[in-house]
């Protein structure tokens, strides 16, 4: 599909999600809209800027990320603390979130996607993240169903910064904290290629860059229109749970999740009040239109390719789930908004990817 019939398809939606909606939700269809523009345009993927730190030592995916993280955290945290209605992206800090950030970690680069590339890549129409995609809302709703039992294994009450310090001290701690890390991985690649006489690439490329200041801007946004902080899973989980619901397979009534008042209520509404849903539609259609007229490039994979990494993006859902988020909800939204459980998260995912590495490496892609 061309570019033009294509934006008036997602104009004609913004206008009957305006008027038969909300104004709220057809604003943050925009939003989801200029996320995909900027994911896919950019190509800004955090599997990717992981992958090539580890593997080639470039740092300038991370340090994309980095600048990413305290742009949110300028944009983000005054508005918490200036307008007490929104919600920062907190988390418990637990034994699931350990966990389920560690796999996540891991099968995101088997999976070839996180919790945001899966979506722009499906919205481009690479086959991989297409196919994982149905996977991956099943994955988190079955995480969902099971997350009471996780936490069962011991868990802590959420904390956040701009809660327990102020927004200011929490800014501020934030910004040094990114830039500690910064400066660490700037030493280590300088270092690593210096030691082996070459030259290293440098820390700023203007895609990561110009990604990092749309994403930044647009995530702010989401936040100051609905409310709540960007995220990504709790929508695909959502949709599994209302067909399911609907085709007597459970009984929301007996889980602890579902039966949440907030989570019961969305249940017996249409998922387009849902926030992540209408934000994940848009990253698709953004995605879609980067993507229209353009030939769809992507590597034959093997059945046992394929096996694996499905495997690996259902097991991304469900991981996500009891992470408390994915890289946007718990890594780049907690981080951003203050929440210790997304400084939990960050080291608990890298670790993972570096056996995730392993994995692809074992598979040959």
Same mark, same amino acid.
């Given at each position: 599909?061309?570019?033009?019939?294509?934006? #008036?398809?997602?104009?004609?939606?913004?206008? *009957? +999600?305006?008027?038969?909606?909300?104004?709220?939700?057809?604003?943050?269809?925009?939003?989801?809209?200029?996320?995909?523009?900027?994911? $896919?345009?950019?190509?800004?993927?955090?599997?990717?800027?992981?992958?090539?730190?580890?593997?080639?030592?470039?740092?300038?995916?991370?340090?994309?990320?980095?600048?990413?993280?305290?742009?949110?955290?300028?944009?983000?945290?005054?508005?918490?603390?200036?307008?007490?209605?929104?919600?920062?992206?907190?988390?418990?800090?637990?034994?699931?979130?350990?966990?389920?950030?560690?796999?996540?970690?891991?099968?995101?680069?088997?999976?070839?996607?996180?919790?945001?590339?899966?979506?722009?890549?499906?919205?481009?129409?690479?086959?991989?993240?297409?196919?994982?995609?149905?996977?991956?809302?099943?994955?988190?709703?079955?995480?969902?169903?099971?997350?009471?039992?996780?936490?069962? *294994?011991?868990?802590?009450?959420?904390?956040?910064l701009v809660t327990e310090w102020g927004w200011q001290k929490a800014l501020a701690g934030t910004l040094v904290a990114l830039a500690l890390i910064g400066a660490a991985v700037a030493w280590y690649t300088r270092s690593?290629?210096? #030691?082996?006489?070459?030259?290293?690439?440098?820390?700023?490329?203007?895609?990561?860059?110009?990604? $990092?200041?749309?994403?930044?801007?647009?995530?702010?946004?989401?936040?100051?229109?609905?409310?709540?902080?960007?995220?990504?899973?709790?929508?695909?989980?959502? *949709?599994?749970?209302?067909? #399911?619901?609907?085709?007597?397979?459970?009984?929301?009534?007996?889980?602890?999740?579902?039966?949440?008042?907030?989570?019961?209520?969305?249940?017996?509404?249409?998922?387009?009040?849902?926030?992540?849903?209408?934000?994940?539609?848009?990253?698709?259609?953004? $995605?879609?239109?980067?993507?229209?007229?353009?030939?769809?490039?992507?590597?034959? +994979?093997?059945?046992?390719?394929?096996?694996?990494?499905?495997?690996?993006?259902?097991?991304?859902?469900?991981?996500?789930?009891?992470?408390?988020?994915?890289?946007?909800?718990? +890594?780049?939204?907690?981080?951003?908004?203050?929440?210790?459980?997304? *400084?939990?998260?960050?080291?608990?995912?890298?670790?993972?990817?570096?056996?995730?590495?392993?994995?692809?490496?074992?598979?040959?892609?």
């Amino acid at each position: 599909m061309k570019r033009l019939p294509l934006a #008036a398809m997602m104009a004609a939606f913004f206008a *009957w +999600m305006m008027w038969s909606v909300s104004m709220r939700q057809a604003l943050l269809f925009l939003v989801g809209i200029g996320l995909g523009v900027a994911l $896919a345009g950019q190509r800004f993927g955090f599997t990717t800027a992981w992958r090539i730190l580890v593997q080639d030592k470039n740092p300038s995916g991370v340090i994309g990320q980095l600048i990413a993280f305290g742009l949110a955290a300028i944009f983000c945290m005054p508005l918490l603390g200036y307008y007490p209605e929104l919600t920062a992206a907190l988390g418990p800090p637990s034994v699931s979130l350990l966990v389920g950030a560690f796999v996540f970690g891991l099968c995101m680069q088997v999976a070839d996607g996180c919790g945001s590339g899966v979506f722009y890549k499906a919205g481009l129409g690479i086959p991989l993240n297409t196919a994982i995609l149905p996977l991956f809302a099943i994955g988190s709703f079955l995480g969902s169903w099971h997350l009471g039992w996780w936490l069962d *294994w011991g868990h802590t009450d959420p904390v956040g910064l701009v809660t327990e310090w102020g927004w200011q001290k929490a800014l501020a701690g934030t910004l040094v904290a990114l830039a500690l890390i910064g400066a660490a991985v700037a030493w280590y690649t300088r270092s690593w290629h210096r #030691a082996r006489g070459g030259a290293a690439p440098g820390l700023f490329a203007r895609k990561w860059v110009i990604g $990092a200041i749309l994403i930044a801007v647009f995530a702010a946004l989401a936040l100051f229109i609905s409310g709540n902080p960007w995220g990504i899973i709790y929508g695909p989980g959502l *949709w599994v749970a209302k067909i #399911a619901d609907a085709a007597g397979v459970i009984d929301p009534a007996h889980n602890w999740f579902w039966s949440l008042p907030d989570n019961a209520a969305i249940l017996q509404q249409t998922v387009l009040l849902d926030v992540t849903t209408i934000t994940n539609i848009g990253i698709l259609a953004g $995605a879609l239109w980067v993507g229209a007229g353009k030939p769809v490039s992507h590597k034959p +994979m093997t059945g046992r390719q394929w096996t694996v990494a499905l495997c690996a993006g259902l097991l991304l859902g469900y991981s996500s789930r009891l992470a408390f988020g994915c890289n946007i909800g718990a +890594m780049f939204s907690g981080i951003s908004t203050g929440s210790i459980h997304g *400084w939990i998260w960050a080291p608990m995912a890298f670790a993972g990817t570096i056996f995730g590495l392993r994995i692809r490496r074992r598979l040959g892609y």
